[in-house]
């Protein structure tokens, strides 16, 4: 007999998020992010502050929910809408957080409805800062973010970039997109993001490589880089200083906080990936990287002849995980240093999926792997992923379906435990 479930239960109730607007010119990006939450089928609740309605106003926030806009304690006094909204949240998303705001969360103000509901949730909580640039290095806003952090509070990176007038810098609210993701990534699973890569420098790799044939046409394959992006997202969150190194990626923009370098082919990632692992804690080889390139790159397009497509001859890239391998055994990588790959594997007539990435582990010779299936819809191009974590300690971790910011929270817990304590940047 199948149970039936209660209206309002676990199974079938909507996810409540309260999203806290400061009063800062970025006020009007966060519009964005409640469309997504509410197009995902939450429910939304909108509460600014005073002066974030000079920016955006009641109405657009209520037509965008479908919810009353209220920023006073005294407000639907006889709902005690201070205490009610916090209780009943599942998430917790203040952007942009100004810096007079995050002070007052720090210092457990309550003089407005939004941060006497801060005081009351016990769901996780997203600040999401956005300011000049003096503004957020001032030593009374980074004690401000520490204080919060400690207690548990999620404060994003800032991105770097336009901010109001002329100036530039970091402070600017991270794309809505990204803090949706983010979102997104507590609810799955409230405790993703801890502040524990503080000091650890971790270089990424993302995307596919692009082999040119000739000016017009290359071997490639079917990498977006959001694995990789995902995993540069949620290390930047965790307080780690991220360097990503991407081929070709589908990805709408860079991740707050982190630095990109751009390359095309395998031995271009290879030099790069090379180069920046002698500086690094950490090194994660999550790109898609072609086996083979061409011998040789015509210098005009090749044209289509009556006697049918000459033969292409192919020779093999570096392996570049190997490589990295190599490197710290023989000493030009630091030895404690980290080193992750990944692994897109099918499965054939001689083994399955999880075969091919035990026998890939055993030749790599890294500290971690993460194995793939890929092909019929998995991995290339979604935005969820699974897969298994085969460790070198023997143990191997099944990675549940989920989307790819929480399968990266969870590679990352691992390399967190094989990090040697202390900020080697001191």
Known sequence: MTAIQKPGSEATRRRRILVGVGGGIAAY?????????????NDVRVVPTRSALKFVGAA?????TGNPVSTEVFDDVDQVAHVRLGQGADLVVVAPATADLMARAAAGRADDLLTASLLTVRCPVLLVPAMHTEMWEHPATQANVATLRERGVTVMTPASGRLTGTDSGPGRLPDPQEIAM??????ERADALPYDLAGVRVVISAGGTREPLDP??????????KQGFALARAAAQRGATVTVVAGSTAEPGDPAGVEIIRVT???ELSDEMTKRAAEADV?????????????S????????????????????NPDILRGLVESRDAGRIPADTVIVGFAAETGDETGGVLDHGRAKFARKGCDLLVVNAVGDGKAFGTEDNTGWLLSSSGTETALPLGSKTLMASRILDEVRALVPDGDRTA
Not at 29 to 41: A, L, P, Q
Not at 216 to 225: E, I, K, P
């Open 283 to 295: 090194v994660i080889m999550a790109a898609a990287v072609a086996d083979f390139r061409p011998v």
């Open 29 to 41: 990006k966060v519009c964005s992010v409640i469309r997504h939450y509410t197009e995902s089928d």
């Open 265 to 267: 082919t395998a031995e």
């Open 60 to 64: 657009t926030f209520e037509a965008l």
């Open 297 to 316: 790159v015509a210098d005009a397009k090749i044209k289509k002849g009556a006697e049918g497509p000459a033969p292409i001859e192919l020779t093999t």
């Open 182 to 187: 983010i979102g997104e990534l507590l609810l």
């Open 216 to 225: 017009v046409r290359f071997l490639g394959n079917r990498s977006s880089g």
